[in-house]
């Protein structure tokens, strides 16, 4: 069972202090049975978010592309400086954000967003007014993937770092769903990378190894008929991890 009440609670106008929209990213996924020992062991370095004396969140993100899935085959091919571009509620809030994240190298990502009245099912001229300022010649996207999940969010009492863990990821493409029960996605944020993180060694000592994985990515690659070759690794661990959960991530 994940026992949340061990946390001190903080706000999220403490939490926004501190946004970590330039920040280095590490993910790791493993199955959600190891979670209760992990946080028992990271209670007294973090605090968890708590809004309206909620400390689990649902969020649900409409990702964009271009016909013919260029941002996807952006990180597919490995392409440095690829882009994400998404909606985002945050259902707890009702806050909804335009966001573009741009990947500067294989940890740093910088992720400019933008505040929208509601979420949208199409790019309004504004949201492309953001997109196109990366590209030399503009792109048209269209909606590719709905993404559901529920988040905990920890934030580190000495240091500007944040864990996220998403649990209960739903992938969404017109009528077809993918529910992955059981999985974590984790992510740690840092202004720089740190091997001394309480994360980090908690992981470690578990044998849960950092994953290249991305939310958007692997749901196009389970839906769609694209190529996938560059993310068969993540994908046959994905598949492992959901069916043994005892395995080592490894």
């Given at each position: ?17 501190v ?7 590490s993910?790791y ?15 007294p ?10 400390r ?18 952006q990180?597919?091919n ?46 309004q ?5 953001l997109f196109?300022?990366f ?55 840092q ?11 908690s ?16 749901g ?31």
């Amino acid at each position: 069972m994940i026992d949340l009440q061990q946390f001190e609670g903080i706000s999220l106008a403490e939490m926004e202090a501190v946004k970590l929209l330039n920040r280095v990213d590490s993910k790791y996924i493993f199955h959600k049975n190891t979670l209760p020992e992990i946080l028992k062991e990271l209670s007294p370095y973090y605090s968890v978010l708590e809004i309206n004396q909620k400390r689990t969140h649902s969020y649900e993100s409409l990702y964009f592309d271009t016909d013919d899935y260029q941002l996807y085959y952006q990180h597919h091919n490995g392409k440095p400086n690829r882009l994400k571009v998404r909606y985002r509620r945050y259902s707890d809030t009702g806050l909804v954000f335009f966001e573009v994240k741009k990947k500067i190298s294989n940890s740093r990502t910088i992720k400019y967003r933008e505040e929208r009245v509601s979420l949208n099912k199409q790019l309004q001229s504004i949201d492309y007014q953001l997109f196109n300022s990366f590209l030399q010649t503009s792109e048209r996207l269209q909606d590719q993937l709905w993404i559901y999940f529920d988040r905990i969010t920890l934030v580190r009492k000495d240091l500007a770092e944040r864990l996220t863990l998403d649990l209960n990821l739903v992938f969404q493409k017109g009528n077809a769903r993918k529910f992955n029960n059981g999985l974590v996605v984790a992510e740690i944020k840092q202004d720089k990378g740190s091997v001394f993180s309480p994360v980090v060694q908690s992981f470690r000592k578990r044998h849960i190894a950092q994953s290249n994985f991305s939310k958007y990515s692997v749901g196009i690659a389970t839906l769609e008929k694209v190529k996938t070759n560059s993310f068969k690794p993540v994908l046959l661990k994905l598949g492992k991890i959901i069916q043994e959960p005892d395995t080592p991530t490894c």
